[in-house]
């Protein structure tokens, strides 16, 4: 229990920094005024129209990142598995600049395509599996993503080098990955797109528990494999196009989130998968609120500082796995 109330404590310390956070000097007050719609009308729109959903929406992404990463880790049995590494974020990112480069109008446009764009990365990772002989085989898998996704930069470095400057610098703004277009008609989009996948992610806790001690033993205890690893590629995927397309490529928070809720909350996903989605959350809200102070009034890229963070502990993981 104490665990958990830490946990929440944490999440709301992060979303109330995040809020008070900014360019322009707000205190407690001013942001409890402005969320109530009274006091300087200026406020009002700061707190309410952009902070506000700015905050949510990093945290709704950073923890649907966290959880993601923590079903990746689970089903190929990899600790060092994200989103990345099965090139569902570079099929999503390619997707989404394709779309901005061609200037794809309305706010369904990104996402849509980020979704196409994910959903046909893990298709081509399933068929290279297939043409291998070796249909969901977790070595394969992580083989097949490392290629789509170099796949995927590929060609997106060559959209990026034949696109007019204004289309090249929206789709480097969007690729660093950062929240300036946050609003609340992003946020509505991404939840209508994240909750299918993450209540389908969640109802698998018990069967990736599982899963996680090997596909043979899985079978054996009752959980019906093939369809069950497909069903969680489908929500990973989808789930990791709703973030990339509001968000841009945001490293790092799959990868590293779900082993530190490991090390207090052990390898059971009914609690894990919720915890990692409130420490995601919190992380990336915190790492937004640094974004926009550090170098105010300037706004460093969200994937920069999450880079920055996650290096030093990715060194120590794949220390930690290699001995």
């Known amino acids: 229990m104490r665990r958990w109330t830490g946990l ?15 360019p322009v000097d707000l205190g407690a007050r001013d942001v409890v005024s402005g969320l109530m719609g009274r006091g300087d009308p200026v406020h009002v ?14 945290f709704a992404v950073g923890g649907s990142l966290a959880v993601t990463g923590a ?19 570079g099929g999503a990112g390619l997707g989404a600049v394709l779309a901005i480069t061609l200037g794809l109008a309305g706010p369904w446009a990104v996402p849509i395509a980020a979704a196409i764009g994910a959903l046909l990365a893990i ?20 083989l097949g993503g490392v290629v789509v996704g170099a796949f995927a930069s590929a060609v997106v470095g060559a959209i990026l080098a034949l696109s007019p400057a204004e289309s090249l610098r929206n789709a480097l703004v969007w690729l660093l990955g950062g929240f300036d277009g946050a609003s609340w008609q992003a946020l509505g989009i991404f939840l209508i797109y994240a909750v299918v996948p993450i209540a389908v992610l969640y109802r698998a806790s018990r069967p990736l528990d599982l899963l996680s001690l090997g596909e043979e033993p899985a079978r054996f205890l009752g959980a019906d494999v093939e369809p069950l690893k497909r069903r969680l590629y489908v929500s990973a995927s989808v789930l990791t196009a709703a973030a990339v397309a509001v968000s841009g490529i945001i490293g790092f928070v799959g990868l590293v989130v779900p082993h530190a809720i490991r090390l207090v909350w052990g390898h059971t996903h009914r609690s894990l998968l919720p915890a990692a989605f409130l420490l995601g959350g919190a992380l990336l809200a915190g790492a937004d609120a640094l974004a926009r102070t550090a170098f105010a009034p300037l706004t460093l890229p969200v994937g920069v500082v999450t880079a920055v963070l996650g290096v030093p502990v990715f060194a120590l993981l794949l220390r930690r796995w290699a001995t």
Do not use: E, H, K, M
Not at 45 to 58: G, K
Not at 123 to 142: N, P
């Open 123 to 142: 298709v081509t990772v399933y068929r290279l599996a297939v043409v291998a002989g070796s249909v969901l085989d977790t070595r394969v898998l992580l």
């Open 71 to 89: 079903v990746l880790q689970a089903l190929v049995r990899n600790p060092l598995a994200d989103p990345y590494l099965l090139g569902l974020s």
């Open 8 to 22: 929440a404590v944490l999440a709301v310390a992060a979303l109330a920094i995040g809020v008070l956070a900014g």
């Open 45 to 58: 729109v700061i707190v309410r129209n952009l902070r506000v959903p700015r905050v949510l929406l990093a």
